[in-house]
């Protein structure tokens, strides 16, 4: 009774926001009662946001008169604009505090969502949460908290965030973790985002980095292979920044590291059974098992084979067998090693090949120095260019020897440790020049081919296959330029041995000498009989040393012959020269006995002779001791 005097009392006018109590529920309508002398209506649709079953009779809601009287004589209100008023109101207070409201999401437009807050507000994309979503259908029909970012009263516009809302919870809590987060701790997380270096992990409000390197004991290239975004997970917490507010986490960490007790599994000698994972040009990686990986060098490969590159025997992918060489615990290293699967032919390559014994192969390579002979498969003895031929000169082995071809040999050395074999073609026969004397003697006559032109003299062969220095001197009675003029490599001549010396084997031929009579022979006998090596052959003894080196080409000397210069009739002569006459000969007797010119040397080709004047401007190799014997006379 009081309450409707109170409520008489009351003066209504448009515009005014009032309370009324729900005494009807109609299909499109709701009746309200204000305590004017009419009832009220208000759409049924106005309460679209409440739900029906739960407005019945009785209930008091706010309504604002639109107008005392319609048509019919009753009282126009409206709940939605009394609410919009209100809500305004409350809003604006709101906004001006600084605090949150509560609200729907009505609908999904282009560039975020309608929000009924008591009015309608605009949520845009980028406010929604912390990354932006993708499909905004999803929070319609959802109630969530949000702060007023824009309000404009005039054109009734409002602006809302749900971001901000978010990171100040995200704050919040990061600052919490921060305090109880320990390294060791175990923590759930969302896998947030994936980068080639790692995954930034969500651990409710706080980001931890997991480094690539701390997912997994075994090899991945990148994050993508074990993880995915929006995955959970367990991490360990590695360290904690909390001035930086950084944190390493680590997934491989909850597993036992396998390099623990590793040599214990795998013990050095022993076999092991692994994948090829990665090739590069010193090696090969096989993994054993996840996180534990060895190295294969190329040097383990192949006992006998030369591999430049792993890649020429095995396959990333390949499943393989090796054996433990070596564990280094603290660099997480193992050496491992394929050839030790099969045994070292170089264990049993002195006995095999005993020094002595025949050998035969054919020629793989040739090099300066010698040739290399193919014994077995990976497994090649050498034939050093001094160990072709008892008496030939060989400056190349190609002289003699060429690739493919078939030969025999003699083992001369098996060195395990260096893995070498030495072996000689010449040892297959006897040195000829240890019946030297019982094969040739001064003076005897010979028959030879001529091997080779230098700018000196003439090679000959000779039987046996040893060769003789034909001086370009002993050619002919008469002066010779050049060699080639008188004698061609193959040619057959005749021509009588002055010079035996076995200790250097030597033989000096004289092709002019060969035609001599009787008479004459005898004569050149006593001559030769009385030449001494070193002195009066000491130009023939240079030409062997120099031959093949084309600076002592150039200082070859010729050989006076008896007509143009005897010895004995050169005393008198140089009785008379002067001191300084006698220095070019003294200098030639110290140029022969410069030490032999080295196996690799090439020979001189002819176009590399010596000038004609050369013969003519030298003294003779004789005069030297006539000139030392002309002294006491003086």
Request: glycine fraction near 8%; charged fraction near 30%.
């Given at each position: 009774?009081?309450?409707?005097?109170?409520?008489?009392?009351?003066?209504?006018?448009?515009?005014?926001?009032?309370?009324?109590?729900?005494?009807?529920?109609?299909?499109?309508?709701?009746?309200?009662?204000?305590?004017?002398?009419?009832?009220?209506?208000?759409?049924?649709?106005?309460?679209?946001?409440?739900?029906?079953?739960?407005?019945?009779?009785?209930?008091?809601?706010?309504?604002?008169?639109?107008?005392?009287?319609?048509?019919?004589?009753?009282?126009?209100?409206?709940?939605?604009?009394?609410?919009?008023?209100?809500?305004?109101?409350?809003?604006?207070?709101?906004?001006?505090?600084?605090?949150?409201?509560?609200?729907?999401?009505?609908?999904?437009?282009?560039?975020?969502?309608?929000?009924?807050?008591?009015?309608?507000?605009?949520?845009?994309?980028?406010?929604?949460?912390?990354?932006?979503?993708?499909?905004?259908?999803?929070?319609?029909?959802?109630?969530?908290?949000?702060?007023?970012?824009?309000?404009?009263?005039?054109?009734?516009?409002?602006?809302?965030?749900?971001?901000?809302?978010?990171?100040?919870?995200?704050?919040?809590?990061?600052?919490?973790?921060?305090?109880?987060?320990?390294?060791?701790?175990?923590?759930?997380?969302?896998?947030?985002?994936?980068?080639?270096?790692?995954?930034?992990?969500?651990?409710?409000?706080?980001?931890?980095?997991?480094?690539?390197?701390?997912?997994?004991?075994?090899?991945?290239?990148?994050?993508?292979?074990?993880?995915?975004?929006?995955?959970?997970?367990?991490?360990?917490?590695?360290?904690?920044?909390?001035?930086?507010?950084?944190?390493?986490?680590?997934?491989?960490?909850?597993?036992?590291?396998?390099?623990?007790?590793?040599?214990?599994?795998?013990?050095?000698?022993?076999?092991?059974?692994?994948?090829?994972?990665?090739?590069?040009?010193?090696?090969?990686?096989?993994?054993?098992?996840?996180?534990?990986?060895?190295?294969?060098?190329?040097?383990?490969?192949?006992?006998?084979?030369?591999?430049?590159?792993?890649?020429?025997?095995?396959?990333?992918?390949?499943?393989?067998?090796?054996?433990?060489?070596?564990?280094?615990?603290?660099?997480?290293?193992?050496?491992?090693?394929?050839?030790?699967?099969?045994?070292?032919?170089?264990?049993?390559?002195?006995?095999?090949?005993?020094?002595?014994?025949?050998?035969?192969?054919?020629?793989?390579?040739?090099?300066?120095?010698?040739?290399?002979?193919?014994?077995?498969?990976?497994?090649?003895?050498?034939?050093?260019?001094?160990?072709?031929?008892?008496?030939?000169?060989?400056?190349?082995?190609?002289?003699?020897?060429?690739?493919?071809?078939?030969?025999?040999?003699?083992?001369?050395?098996?060195?395990?440790?260096?893995?070498?074999?030495?072996?000689?073609?010449?040892?297959?026969?006897?040195?000829?020049?240890?019946?030297?004397?019982?094969?040739?003697?001064?003076?005897?006559?010979?028959?030879?081919?001529?091997?080779?032109?230098?700018?000196?003299?003439?090679?000959?062969?000779?039987?046996?296959?040893?060769?003789?220095?034909?001086?370009?001197?002993?050619?002919?009675?008469?002066?010779?330029?050049?060699?080639?003029?008188?004698?061609?490599?193959?040619?057959?001549?005749?021509?009588?041995?002055?010079?035996?010396?076995?200790?250097?084997?030597?033989?000096?031929?004289?092709?002019?000498?060969?035609?001599?009579?009787?008479?004459?022979?005898?004569?050149?006998?006593?001559?030769?009989?009385?030449?001494?090596?070193?002195?009066?052959?000491?130009?023939?003894?240079?030409?062997?040393?120099?031959?093949?080196?084309?600076?002592?080409?150039?200082?070859?000397?010729?050989?006076?012959?008896?007509?143009?210069?005897?010895?004995?009739?050169?005393?008198?002569?140089?009785?008379?020269?002067?001191?300084?006459?006698?220095?070019?000969?003294?200098?030639?007797?110290?140029?022969?006995?410069?030490?032999?010119?080295?196996?690799?040397?090439?020979?001189?080709?002819?176009?590399?002779?010596?000038?004609?004047?050369?013969?003519?401007?030298?003294?003779?190799?004789?005069?030297?001791?006539?000139?030392?014997?002309?002294?006491?006379g003086e």
């Amino acid at each position: 009774m009081e309450e409707a005097m109170a409520q008489s009392q009351i003066s209504y006018v448009a515009g005014q926001i009032v309370k009324g109590t729900v005494i009807e529920i109609r299909q499109k309508e709701v009746m309200i009662d204000i305590g004017y002398k009419s009832e009220g209506s208000v759409p049924s649709n106005e309460f679209s946001d409440h739900d029906e079953e739960e407005l019945k009779l009785g209930d008091v809601v706010d309504v604002q008169i639109v107008r005392l009287e319609d048509r019919e004589g009753m009282v126009e209100l409206s709940h939605e604009q009394a609410i919009f008023k209100q809500n305004w109101e409350n809003i604006k207070t709101i906004c001006e505090e600084g605090g949150c409201i509560k609200g729907r999401v009505k609908a999904a437009v282009k560039g975020g969502l309608i929000v009924n807050v008591g009015v309608e507000a605009f949520l845009p994309s980028s406010q929604i949460d912390i990354i932006t979503p993708r499909d905004l259908d999803v929070f319609v029909g959802n109630t969530y908290d949000f702060k007023v970012m824009k309000l404009n009263l005039e054109r009734q516009n409002i602006v809302l965030s749900r971001r901000e809302l978010i990171e100040e919870e995200r704050s919040a809590k990061r600052a919490k973790l921060l305090d109880d987060m320990m390294p060791g701790d175990i923590r759930k997380g969302t896998v947030k985002n994936l980068t080639d270096f790692g995954a930034f992990i969500d651990l409710n409000g706080l980001d931890g980095l997991l480094h690539i390197t701390d997912m997994s004991w075994g090899r991945i290239t990148h994050p993508s292979q074990m993880l995915a975004t929006g995955q959970e997970l367990e991490v360990v917490v590695l360290d904690v920044n909390k001035e930086s507010e950084r944190v390493s986490l680590g997934l491989k960490q909850k597993e036992a590291n396998p390099w623990d007790k590793i040599e214990e599994k795998y013990p050095i000698g022993g076999k092991v059974a692994g994948k090829v994972v990665n090739l590069m040009p010193y090696g090969a990686f096989i993994e054993l098992e996840p996180g534990v990986e060895g190295l294969v060098h190329v040097s383990e490969l192949s006992w006998t084979k030369r591999i430049n590159k792993p890649s020429e025997v095995l396959k990333a992918g390949e499943d393989i067998e090796a054996v433990v060489l070596g564990i280094n615990q603290d660099e997480q290293k193992i050496s491992l090693g394929i050839r030790q699967l099969d045994t070292n032919p170089w264990d049993l390559a002195e006995e095999k090949y005993k020094v002595g014994a025949k050998v035969s192969g054919k020629i793989r390579n040739l090099t300066s120095y010698g040739a290399f002979m193919g014994l077995e498969e990976g497994l090649d003895a050498m034939i050093h260019v001094s160990d072709i031929s008892w008496t030939r000169r060989v400056n190349h082995p190609s002289e003699v020897l060429k690739k493919g071809m078939d030969v025999e040999a003699q083992v001369l050395e098996v060195d395990r440790e260096n893995q070498r074999i030495s072996v000689g073609i010449k040892q297959l026969d006897d040195d000829p020049w240890d019946k030297i004397a019982e094969l040739y003697k001064i003076g005897d006559l010979v028959e030879g081919k001529v091997s080779k032109l230098a700018s000196f003299g003439a090679f000959v062969g000779l039987d046996h296959d040893i060769d003789g220095l034909v001086h370009i001197s002993q050619v002919s009675e008469e002066r010779v330029e050049k060699i080639k003029d008188v004698l061609n490599v193959g040619e057959e001549v005749t021509a009588r041995v002055i010079k035996i010396d076995r200790s250097d084997r030597r033989i000096g031929l004289s092709i002019k000498a060969a035609n001599y009579s009787q008479e004459q022979l005898k004569e050149e006998e006593a001559v030769l009989d009385a030449l001494k090596p070193g002195e009066d052959l000491v130009a023939l003894q240079h030409a062997f040393d120099t031959f093949g080196d084309d600076e002592g080409e150039s200082k070859a000397v010729a050989i006076k012959t008896k007509e143009e210069a005897p010895a004995k009739e050169e005393a008198p002569a140089k009785e008379e020269a002067p001191a300084k006459e006698e220095a070019p000969a003294k200098e030639e007797a110290r140029a022969a006995e410069e030490p032999e010119a080295p196996a690799e040397t090439e020979p001189p080709t002819e176009s590399e002779e010596a000038p004609a004047e050369t013969a003519e401007e030298a003294p003779a190799a004789e005069e030297a001791p006539a000139a030392e014997e002309a002294k006491p006379g003086e």
